[in-house]
């Protein structure tokens, strides 16, 4: 799983941003591993130095083999809470997505010769 860390202008400190948030990213999603061929993260801070509450910004897309991406975004007033919200959101829907594919593909089909034959 590759992993991608974008920071926009108004953050600081990108370097250490991004291989904690990098460390993250394996430690959370480490278990995606085989359906998740990449993640790119995206951080920002809106307002950059202006005051006003849920200006930072965290956008997480992850990219399954042979399937659409999945994104989330997650808003809070710290990069940490946007990130982590972004984490959890991205973590509950590939669970979701992910379980359902599994659930489809382990199903019998309607199609299938059962033995029945209607008169």
Known sequence: ???Q???SNGVNNKDALERWA???IKQQL???VDDVTRVEVHLSDENHDKAGGG????????RLAHHQPLAVTQHATTLDEAFRGAADKLKRLLDNT???LNNHRDRDSIR????????
Do not use: S
């Not at 299938?112 to 034959?117: S, V």
């Open 1 to 3: 799983m590759q992993i």
């Open 5 to 7: 860390v974008n920071t």
């Open 22 to 24: 990098d460390a993250e």
């Open 30 to 32: 480490g278990r995606f």
């Open 55 to 62: 200006d930072k910004c965290c956008v997480m897309e992850a």
């Open 98 to 100: 992910l379980g359902r």
């Open 112 to 119: 299938k010769d059962t033995g029945f034959i209607a008169e």
